[in-house]
């Protein structure tokens, strides 16, 4: 059982580099979403997807792009990094908007 | 909007002690309830859930009640041990619509031997 999975789990950007944060699930959830964790924030919602090509924003959308072309994969992408957004990022899914969720081990990035 | 308010941590307990994070939520509507816990270093899971008024969640030792007058969903635990140190979050769900979770900002339990 994958559940979900996140790439890369560390990463290291300069300003203004571009990457992409990879999440899949294997669970057939409709539901899946991104979240920043930073000291004393808590989980904070960046992105969301209620399924196949349907993504909103959620609290902190500005900086991200998602988007969501298969069931199974939902990457976060960020096109200028700034120091900002140096972070830990959790992928989760669920089968539903009020279901629990499945969260993913996380990508800590720095951006330098 | 809907909001999660947790105590703020950390907590420093000795083993055998007895816990309680308080959680409190605004919402409107009838929402789902949920504790969630993370380990160092990994993501987070589910510890219990609530869906409605008066339901008791509990696994693993820890407990929390669904209490709509006082809108609260307190964790305890009677007798805390050392692999319990984690992060605790709160969290709410509508029970209506496609709202992802609300999180609260989460609790740091340290508890020593």
């Not at chain 1, 571009?18 to 409709?30: F, I, P, R």
């Not at chain 1, 959308?61 to 096109?79: H, I, M, Q």
């Not at chain 2, 909007?1 to 055998?16: A, F, H, I, K």
């Amino acid at each position: 059982n994958a559940g979900v999975t996140q790439t890369p789990k560390f990463q290291v950007l300069k300003t203004g580099q571009s990457m992409t944060l990879q999440c899949a699930q294997d669970m057939n959830h409709e539901y899946m979403s991104w979240y920043r964790q930073d000291p004393g924030m808590g989980l904070r919602l960046i992105h969301y997807s209620v399924g196949a090509g349907i993504t909103d924003q959620g609290e902190v959308p500005n900086g991200y792009n998602v988007s969501r072309s298969t069931t199974e994969d939902f990457p976060l992408r960020l096109l200028s990094a700034a120091p900002s957004q140096t972070s830990v990022y959790f992928c989760a899914s669920n089968v539903r908007g009020t279901s629990p969720l499945h969260f993913g081990n996380g990508t800590r990035l720095t951006v330098t | 909007g809907d909001s999660v308010t947790q105590m703020e941590g950390p907590v420093t307990l000795s083993e055998e002690a007895c816990l309680t994070i308080n959680c409190t939520y605004t919402a409107t509507g009838y929402p789902s309830l949920f504790w969630y816990v993370q380990y160092p270093g990994e993501g987070l899971q589910l510890l219990l859930k609530a869906t409605k008024a008066d339901d008791k969640g509990s696994n693993k030792g820890f407990e929390a009640t669904y209490r709509k007058e006082t809108t609260s969903f307190h964790l305890e635990k009677g007798s805390v041990q050392v692999s319990d140190s984690a992060v605790y979050f709160c969290a709410l769900s509508r029970n209506s619509g496609n709202t992802p979770l609300v999180f609260g900002k989460g609790t740091r339990l340290s508890v020593i031997a």
